[in-house]
């Protein structure tokens, strides 16, 4: 794990109210003719792994812009570093270089986080991998371990960390990234529909084991967003599950950060260990 500074730069794309919330529920916009709340989530201290970009920057936005201070863990060094700059906000910002598969990493990174903000409210299990697009049968042994180690294991990390500090102060908000590859499973994405849908399991079973406490463990499936990780994707299997989203649009990863940000929010105070849709229309349940 390795600590990365931030400097100047460029604040996040939310309008009004941006990294100072009084805990006002104003409506801003957003880009691209979004419009959007801001949720109360004043000084509440978030992790966002997988935050350097995409689905979990905007995340990080979202946050920050709602009063939060969020530790981001990356395994991207550099363009994390590049993104704790961009986001200008040195001390409500930190950013760790963390593999979230090593278990070591995840409790330094836990530490650190603990060190530099004095607690944790909110764990965002954003960070994962897709790996290659190929049948079961003809699937790389190697890569599906990766893909499992990343989304489930990494995930599986980070809650083994940070859950003993959120019961200690009987708060949490846990939110976990999964996908309607998990619920609905893809054709030639096995270990990424597999790992999702553990995912989804893993997040009833802490849901129930943390419902005594004031801790909510949740995930959202996401459809398909334009960032890094769907874009590494065979084109062909991209077109295939565009044409899947009844909405017939890609998701923006700000509406992803909308739904997130509610669910980390203390006013999502009953639901715990479910899934909440974000596929556009293609997922019925
Ligand atoms: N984008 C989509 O279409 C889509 C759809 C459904 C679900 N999701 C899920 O949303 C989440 C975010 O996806 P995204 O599209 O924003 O991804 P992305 O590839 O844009 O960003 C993921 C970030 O995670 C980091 N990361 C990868 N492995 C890591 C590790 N071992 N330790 C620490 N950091 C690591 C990467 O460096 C990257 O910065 C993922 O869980 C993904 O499965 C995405």
Known sequence: MISVAGQSGVCCNISGNAGGSKGASATTRVGKGLFMNVYDLNERVAIVTGGAQGIGLAVTKRILASGGRVSIWDR???????????????NRVQGLAVDIADLAGVEDAAKAAIDRFGRIDILINNAAIVGPNATTWEYPSDAFREVVNVGLIGTFHCCRAVVPHMIAANYGRIVNLSSVAGKEGNPRAPAYSATKAAVIA?????????????????????????????????????AMIVAKIPRGRMLEVEEAASMICWLASAENSFTTGAAFDLSGGRATY
Do not use: H, W
């Open 76 to 90: 991207d060094r550099v363009l994390l570093e590049e993104t704790v700059k961009t986001l200008a906000q040195p």
């Open 202 to 238: 893993l997040t009833k079973s802490l849901g129930k084991e943390l419902a005594a406490y004031n801790i909510g463990v949740n995930c959202v499936t996401p459809a398909v967003a334009k960032t890094a990780l769907a874009m590494s994707q065979a084109p062909d299997f991209l």
